[in-house]
């Protein structure tokens, strides 16, 4: 399996998913199944994860599924809901945990119909969108066909309710003018990035750019089209956090650049506030992408994966197997250690104290997640590497974590885990890319999050899901367990379960 970027189209029918955060271009634009960080204004994005859809106070977990057969349709996706419970979240056959819900377009109040290569559950995010204290399921289905215009995409919201997820309660949207390959709801992202409305707006990236999003009156309403004038930027991810502390969210758009030949990773920055979201500045990285107080500060801070050529931007030339870079929030929002306009603070697997050493293909950074682990009150920071290879066996996968501090991200205390480390459940094999995604939360509501990484193609492209639990010191192998769509009521065959892990 090839970790670099792969040209040509990709069908909506393709069931050859390597891993659902590597980018795949399509002439000018790029496909992806990332993944979406709601963050919340008025506190720090690792403080709510805005993913409480039954309001009991202990965050659930979604996972997509887009290469999932639904009906006998291959490619129709579905997604997961695992509730959060005092002892954290379960499968269907760990009762008494939190409950399981599975959703697909065919679940009884699901508009629309399960058909082939509509990969509903490809991209997903959550927050409060109607303002209800409830949060809200936001999936998007960039394959589905909108009349005969195909893969114009789809983008269905369920509202949170005391019970859960309310699937005869339902929203349904498309872009204003559907378009054929547009790919509608490729990623998405809900916060509160303005004063004047009661709940979470909610973002959606199609082939064309963002589309803000609005509740109001039982209806989403498009409320705006915010424009960049950086880079000509490709975007695939969206991430957001209070970066400036201003009480609102801040939104970044992050992907590739035709302005290098796709060669590099970019990120343009929204900052929201009163009028809504503007357009601030370009920041270098941001393929992976997630958001969190690492030092404690107050201000969320920007973590960005860099996956592609290192250049002098980096600093750190000898970094072959991907780079993570943080810019650390501020009153001028998320800036390099010398402020706004200097860059990242690079890391590695070369940096001091970080296991392992950088090897071309590792793709160090392709997915990252950021909460507080062992409940120092700063962020950790999860970093997958899909492509690690685990001693002679190639692109098997691995997960490190680096720990936040008063100084900000250190290597001080760094742990690195694979299929291999002892207590892990399974054998680490070629191609199973475990790490490609990542997502640290707190299901039990002790105050430190867990580690749930996923390997998509985990017995050949079924995929399957490892929880990790967290301690004072850090995450532990040991008490580790793994499960696949099956143990969750899902049809397992070529599913590549995990491609998406709603961050």
């Known amino acids: 399996m090839s970790f670099t970027m792969r040209t040509g189209r990709r069908t909506a029918g393709s069931a050859a998913v390597a891993a659902a955060s590597f980018l795949l271009l399509a002439g000018a634009g790029i496909m992806a199944a990332p993944s979406a960080f709601a963050g919340v204004p008025g506190g720090t994005a690792a403080a709510d994860r805005n993913s409480d859809f039954d309001g009991d106070g202990y965050n659930d977990v979604v996972i997509g599924a887009p290469d999932g057969t639904v009906d006998g349709k291959e490619g129709a996706g579905y997604v997961t809901v695992q509730y959060g419970a005092p002892n ?57 066909d909108e009349g005969t215009v195909e893969d114009a995409g789809r983008v269905t919201v369920l509202y949170g309710s005391a019970k859960g997820l309310d699937a005869e309660r339902t929203s349904s949207i498309t872009a204003a003018r559907p378009t054929a390959d547009a790919r509608f709801g490729l990623a998405l992202a809900a916060a509160r990035f303005t004063g004047d409305i009661d709940g979470d707006q909610l973002t959606v990236l199609d082939q064309a750019g963002l589309n803000v999003f609005t509740y109001h009156a039982g209806v989403l309403r498009q409320v705006g089209t915010p424009h960049s004038t950086g880079h000509a930027l490709n975007g695939a991810y969206l991430t957001t956090g209070d970066y400036d502390h201003n009480g609102f969210a801040d939104l970044v758009v992050s992907g590739y650049s035709a302005d290098d030949d796709y060669t590099k990773g970019w990120s343009a920055l929204y900052a929201g506030g009163t009028e809504g979201l503007a357009y601030q500045r370009d920041l270098h990285g941001g393929l992976g992408s997630a958001s969190g107080d690492i030092n404690g500060d107050g201000y969320d801070d920007l973590v960005v994966g860099q996956l592609s050529a290192v250049d002098e931007s980096t600093g750190d030339a000898n970094a072959l197997g991907g780079l993570v ?122 105050g430190r999050n867990e580690l749930v990484a996923a390997a998509p193609d985990e017995n050949a492209g079924d995929g399957a899901v490892w929880l990790l639990p967290a301690s004072g010191s850090g995450l532990r192998a040991d008490g580790s367990s793994s499960y696949g769509a099956a143990a969750l009521g899902g049809n397992a065959h070529g599913a590549h379960f995990g491609s998406v892990i709603d961050e």
């Open 325 to 446: 870079g943080v810019y650390y929030g501020g009153e001028d929002g998320p800036s390099g250690t010398q402020g706004p306009d200097s860059g990242a603070q690079w890391w590695s697997q070369n940096s001091p104290g970080v296991p392992g050493t950088g090897e071309r293909g590792d793709a160090w950074g392709n997915d990252l997640s950021v909460a507080d682990v062992d409940g120092d009150g700063r962020a950790d920071v999860a970093v997958g590497a899909p492509g690690e290879d685990v001693g002679q066996v190639a692109d098997a996968g691995a997960v490190w974590l680096l720990r936040g501090s008063k100084a900000g991200l250190t290597g001080t205390g760094a742990q690195s885990f694979d299929q291999n480390t002892a207590g892990i459940p399974g054998t680490a094999e070629a191609s199973d890319a475990w790490g490609a995604q990542v997502r640290l939360v707190d299901t039990d509501g002790d």
């Open 88 to 144: 954290g979240i379960g499968t269907n056959n760990t009762v008494p945990r939190g409950g399981v819900q599975l959703v697909s377009q065919s679940s009884k109040g699901v508009p629309g119909t399960s058909e082939f290569g509509d990969r509903f559950g490809q991209a997903v995010a959550t927050g409060d969108l109607d303002g209800d204290g409830y949060d809200d399921l936001v999936v998007g289905a960039p394959g589905e």
